[in-house]
């Protein structure tokens, strides 16, 4: 049986790790820097990663050049996940589309991605690989309100918010 790691993996398209509570930042490392460097990874899927250092995690990105590579980034369910990583997503100048559902951010870290993620000028010639970012998934983040979603909105972004809620005179009614 080929080792994983030892082969080629330039040709890497999506990376998924859903529910890998025992990846880490050496574990990413170890598969995003092979001999052949991997340059055509455009989705990337850390949900549900609690022992992920964000941070590290985003760092590597940028350094190995995969930031600007990526359309699609999750990090759904990591409660580690907040506002102050928010700011990094100035260094993914080619996503599209982003899941922060089931974290810790809160309106301002929603807003920060909308307007930091995507703006790069790659492909700005207009082949639909300049721009910004299409597509928020909120999912059961209760830090998130209604005017930040209404905002994100007015940006032209799509908002997903999952099932929701009941709303009563602007505020979503949680629990009944």
Known sequence: MPDLLSSPLPSLQSLCFD??????????????????????????????????DFTAAFALLRESGLAECLRTLSVKGNAAFGDELSVEFSAFVGLRSV?????????VGVLNIAVRAGRGVVGGDGDGDGGAVEWIGIEECGCVGFD????????????????????????????E
Do not use: H
């Open 148 to 175: 930040a979603v209404e905002r994100v909105r007015g940006l032209g972004i799509r908002v997903f918010q999952g099932r929701g809620g009941r709303r009563e005179n602007g505020r979503r009614v949680r629990y």
């Open 99 to 107: 899941d922060v559902g089931f974290t810790g951010v809160s309106g």
């Open 19 to 52: 529910t890998s509570p025992s990846l880490t930042v050496e574990t990413l490392t170890t598969i995003l820097t092979p001999s052949a460097p991997v340059k055509s990874l455009t989705t990337l899927r850390l949900e549900m990663c609690p022992r992920l």
